[in-house]
């Protein structure tokens, strides 16, 4: 951060006001100028939460596309369906067994496997060919795509959630003062902050397994100088074979979850891609901090551009991801 700050002063200055900004806005009364401006304060504490809880999903997602792709170098396009796959998979398990949470496990432990199919059948014998990567990895999508449109049609469906997750809880943010001068409070849905826990506890986990663990070293090691690791004995395929199989798994435990507080249909799967594609690239190839700090951005961009320029909500998304390409290439982050 100290070299941040010495190497890019202005920047630097930019970022803490637009910080500062934003906790006035999070934490003030707004006067009633200001709301005549950005509307009620509740409508822009939700959109801010939305926009962070949403980047929670998108991290989950890419966090394991980051895995595959940032670290691996295995250009892996079904990535989206594997997380529509494992909505649907988790979708059933918790309607017949009434189980949210072994519905989790289950899709993680599925898609995982086949997860471990797709490294074992394809990717082993296609190291290094990008082009052909991508174009297999396409016709596995739309392969999938066919199949979950014959299996479970063109319907709406939400993963039914357990009692305990149901209804708003209130959480410290002022969102007005009545004339009274009592306070009032956000209510704000259970689910959305029991994912965003569970996203930060997730890339927590991730970024010390990587960091601070031998199985870590043993992966980084493998992505920097196979040869060498194989060299010394570890046996690298049976290494990236389980990488590969716990990032697949992770886009289905992510479906489970996306499929709990928004929905699951025709067409998610390209939506998650896309956005896991930009995310990745916002963030920087390889590394679980960056994936997260594109996630909320990306998170942040989407809700935030659909509250208040309905209109350019979209291309919001692609604004950032052209500046950061624009301003430094390899991402905002680098490393692991």
Known sequence: MSDFIGRHPVWSLVILILLALLVFLVVAVWPPELEQVLGRKRVFLNALLNGITLGGLYFMVASGFTLIFGLMRNVNLAHGSLYLLGGYIGYEIARLTDGWLFSLVAAFVIVALIGIVLQFTIFRWMEGQDLRQTLVTIAISIILADIMLW?????????????????????????????????????????????????????????????????????????????????????????????????????GFAGVIGGTFQSLQPGEDVKILLASLVVVIVGGMGSITGAAVGAVLIGLAEQFGSVYMETYAVVLTFVIMVVVLAVRPQGLLRGY
Do not use: H
Request: no cysteine; hydrophobic share 55%.
């Open 151 to 251: 299996r479970w049609g063109g319907d709406f469906y939400q993963v039914p959630m357990p009692s305990w997750l149901g209804g708003p809880v209130q959480v410290p943010l002022i969102t007005a003062m009545r004339s009274s001068g009592e306070l009032v409070f956000l209510q704000y849905p259970l689910v959305r902050l029991v994912i965003l826990a569970g996203a930060v506890a997730i890339g927590v986990l991730m970024w010390l397994a990587l960091n601070r663990t031998r199985i870590g070293m043993i992966i980084r090691a493998g992505v920097d100088d196979r040869d060498m690791l194989s060299a010394s004995g570890v046996r690298v395929q049976i290494v990236f074979l389980l990488v590969f199989a716990f990032g697949a798994g992770l886009a």
